[in-house]
Structure formats: C-alpha cells, structure tokens
C-alpha cells in the first residue's frame, strides 16, 4: 500500500502576519539570527582564511557573541603569530596583563599538544581542505571579494611558490605550481 502525498508550495511572504503561529514567529526568529551569526563568521572566516591580517586583526576582527572558544583560539592564533599581549589586549580592550592571565594557560597548552592529542595536528591537511570547501564553496559571507582557499595562504605552501598568490591557487587545486615541485 502507497501513499501519495501532495506538496503544497507555499510562499510565505503572501501570508498575511496573522496566519502565523507563536511559535513560526519564535523559530523564524530564531533561524534569522542564526543566520546572521552564521554569516558574520563566514565573512570572519574568509578573512582569517586570507591571512592578510596585521597583528591582532584575528581578535580585533571577532564578531560580537562569539563563542568563548572561538575567541581563545583566536588569541592562540595571534600568540603563534608572534602577537604581543599588549596587542591583543588593545584589541579586546583590556590590559595586557589581564590578556595573559586569562588565555595565558591556553596557549600553554595548545603549545604542549602533538599529533597523538590532537586531530589537527594529526592531520593538518583534511582539515584544511574541509576549510577550503568552507570558504569556496558556502556562502555565509556574501559580499567578500575573493574566495581563495585558505590552503593557498598557508605557510606549507611557502616551499612551493615563494609567497606567489597565483601560484599557490594553481598549485591548490592541482596545478604545479613550480618545476622543481612538480611530481
């Protein structure tokens, strides 16, 4: 025995305010701010993913409401990168001392991790092209410029084509980039 069932195609924007629920009026809120959020930290990623950064744009750039975790690796990001405490502290308007002593730990920590406690030193790479899927091919950050992988900007590809923008996109997607590097 089959059941049919007809799709009714409706648009919402021919119905009158009346004809929606509390709760529709709840979860469309609800989806609308997720939304929002979800692109603020698309345009937040693409821009991490670009890497044309100057100390303490990594934090400075956060969008608000953020997840704490998001703005510690952030700070750790920026450590990494040789940002000072007093950077990022100006950055989140706070001082400097107060900067350390509250991501201080987590940076420590990140420092001490390895391949065998964490996936991504592990492996770098699956993460790194799942960000490119991300930045290329989402579209949370309507409105950016470019949509380079971010795996052109990253430092392992240094070795291959000196820094050079183009030859980094060519070599992420297959393209040798150099002659000495090719297979």
Not at 19 to 27: K, L, P, W, Y
Request: include cysteine.
């Amino acid at each position: 025995m089959t059941i049919e069932i007809d799709t009714v195609q409706v648009d919402p924007k021919q119905l009158s305010a009346g004809s929606f629920t509390e709760s529709d009026i709840a979860r469309i809120q609800l989806v609308n701010l997720t939304e929002s959020a979800s692109s603020r930290l698309g345009r937040y990623a693409q821009m991490v993913g670009e890497d044309l950064a100057r100390a303490g744009d990594y934090v400075r750039a956060l969008p608000r409401g953020v997840d704490a975790s998001v703005i510690t690796q952030a700070v750790i990001t920026e450590r990494v990168r040789g940002t000072s405490w007093e950077t990022i502290g100006e950055a989140l308007r706070m001082s400097a001392t107060d900067a350390e002593e509250k991501w201080g730990e987590a940076e420590a920590r990140w420092r001490r991790e390895s391949r065998a406690t964490t996936v991504y030193r592990k492996n770098p790479g699956a993460y790194a092209a799942s960000a490119d899927r991300y930045i290329t091919t989402d579209k949370p950050y309507v409105g950016t410029s470019t949509r380079r992988p971010l795996s052109a900007s990253l430092d392992a590809a240094a070795h291959l084509t000196g820094r050079d923008v183009a030859a980094a996109d060519r070599a992420f997607v297959g393209t040798p980039a150099c002659t000495h590097c090719a297979p």
